[in-house]
């Protein structure tokens, strides 16, 4: 591709060194990513277990869709909120690559308000009006909803990929103006897209079980709780089974001089080395799990696991962006001039946003509003 049709550098320096956005961008990314993978993997879980159950009251997967109901209530606004910091950083990191790969594909990206607007619109329709009620067997029109929000989410995650893909990738950039879907044609997106799908499933799962377990060991009802832990387990076992076993096709379907870089030694390597031995002393620990609700220290262990997993994983995907943007790194040399004053007060103001988030999150589970504040 010819390096012309990249646009030209905003002399505007950055304000701070690049190590440190490039950090706070992995840092903002996974806290982006941990609210991210329960929301939409939650809601994945919520509409299979509401098809499974039809809606009857008294069925533990009824049960367990309306905890996800819930919880996703507050966790798809934590998702869109911490997603804000990082979008940001990739702008002041990335703007030639980032803006010229939302161009490319206006509609799409600008649609995903939309997606956004509806699905969590028909969330919180399933929890006004579809919800199994005491005095009801089912829920008219609850499944629908419910199904609806989980494909739209599941869009919005497509569009993020392909945006992803294009950014990255200038090479792709004559034919995506020619034909803008070309984007969903590519192996990788397939892949990429559905490594990153099992991973939200995993990680919904993982805190659902937890959940259960939790309550289990503080006077819930075992004929619940059990079934919920099971259920939820049994899910996160096969999603990070074929998560590990996509991860590695994943590596196989990246272009050449990406996949040399990440086999060539160095930090990509070690990060790459890092998240497959995560990712598979997680699937050890999960197998020797029969019963979570019987062995609580162990489905603790497993969330914790995970999450370090996921910080690995968000480590190696910007590592993974920067060999790809290699070939074309001399065009994106920004000027820095650092203003301390401004990034002391950004950190700051970012502790006290995740200090307040971490006790929103607190209060939530441990006084949950019920009835009709619940909404």
């Known amino acids: 591709m010819s390096p012309d049709l990249i646009p030209a550098l905003d002399p505007t320096p950055v304000p701070g060194p690049t190590w440190l956005f ?50 996703n209530a507050y966790g798809i606004s934590f998702a869109i909120t911490t997603g804000v910091a990082p979008l940001l950083f990739v702008q002041v990191l990335y703007p030639q690559s980032f803006y010229t790969a939302t161009l490319l594909v206006p509609w799409v990206w600008l649609g995903m308000l939309g997606l956004l607007a509806v699905g969590y619109y028909a969330l919180y329709l399933y929890k006004l009006r579809g919800a199994p009620r005491l005095e009801t067997r089912g829920a008219a029109g609850g499944t629908a909803w419910l199904v609806l929000s989980a494909i739209l ?26 034909a803008p879907w070309s984007a969903l044609a590519a192996p990788v997106f397939v892949a990429r897209l559905a490594h990153f799908l099992l991973g939200a499933i995993s990680l919904a799962a993982a805190v659902i079980a937890w959940w259960a377990v939790r309550r289990a060991h503080r006077g819930g009802n075992p004929e619940i709780e059990s079934p919920i832990a099971r259920y939820a387990w049994r899910w996160l076992v096969a999603a990070t089974t074929l998560q590990l076993v996509g991860g590695m096709l994943l590596v196989l379907l990246l272009p050449g001089p990406v996949l040399g870089g ?49 910080a690995a994983m968000s480590v190696l995907r910007h590592q993974v962006r920067d060999l790809y943007l290699a070939p074309f790194a001399d065009r994106f ?34 006084d949950r509003a019920t009835g009709d504040e619940a909404a």
Do not use: K, Y
């Not at 990929?161 to 103006?177: D, E, I, N, S």
């Open 153 to 178: 989410f599941l869009a919005i995650a497509a569009v993020h990929v392909a945006v992803q893909l294009v950014h990255a990738q200038p090479g792709l950039w004559p034919r995506v103006f020619q």
């Open 262 to 310: 990440l086999m060539g030694g160095g930090g990509a390597s070690v990060g790459l080395g890092l998240g497959m031995a995560l990712a598979l002393a997680l699937l050890l620990l999960l197998v020797t799990v029969r019963d979570p609700v019987e062995q609580p220290r162990r489905a603790n262990a497993v969330l914790v696991l995970l999450a370090v997993t996921v």
């Open 333 to 366: 040399v920004t000027p820095t001039a650092p203003q301390w004053g401004n990034l002391a007060l950004f950190a700051l103001c970012l502790v006290l946003a995740l200090a307040t988030v971490a006790w929103m999150v607190r209060r939530v589970a441990v």
């Open 22 to 71: 490039q950090g706070l961008l992995v840092l903002t990314f996974f806290l982006h990513a941990l609210f991210l993978g329960v929301a939409l993997g939650g809601s994945v879980l919520a509409a299979v277990a509401q098809v499974r159950s039809r809606g009857r009251a008294g069925d533990p997967r009824t049960v367990l869709v309306g905890r996800i109901v819930a919880m």
